[in-house]
């Protein structure tokens, strides 16, 4: 679907709640180590996020699982799939570019620490 129609006609049937946020979060850092081959899913979880973060939420209000702080998962998480060859690289930068649009961002409560 996303190759015949582009991204931004299939993000907007996209569920968009706050509860998928660490599902998608666990999905994308357990496929890290996956092959190159398998990036399709990998570049929808990336979409998915970048709907799911225009959601308005307070993002310390998310308690991980593994106790780190959730915008560095995120920027981590971005981070990494910028390095990639395939689209996921484009879906990462579509994320980041939402991700970094939200007001609590751009006024810099979370990025002192790690930008």
């Given amino acids: 679907m996303c190759k015949t129609r582009n991204y931004k006609a ?21 496929q890290k180590s ?29 308690d991980s699982e593994k106790g780190d702080d959730i915008f560095a998962q ?4 971005s981070k990494f799939y ?9 879906a990462a930068a579509i994320f980041l570019a939402k991700f970094f649009s939200r007001p609590d961002i751009q006024k810099g409560q979370y990025c002192h620490d790690y930008l």
């Fill in 74 to 77: 995120l920027l981590d998480l």
């Fill in 10 to 30: 299939i993000i907007e049937y996209f569920p968009h709640e706050v509860k998928d946020l660490e599902p998608a979060i666990f999905y994308l850092n357990s």
């Fill in 34 to 62: 996956q092959d190159v081959i398998f990036w399709e899913s990998k570049y929808v979880v990336l979409l998915w996020l970048s709907i799911i973060i225009l959601v308005p939420f307070d993002l310390s209000t998310i």
């Fill in 82 to 90: 910028l390095k990639s060859s395939s689209l996921t690289r484009e």
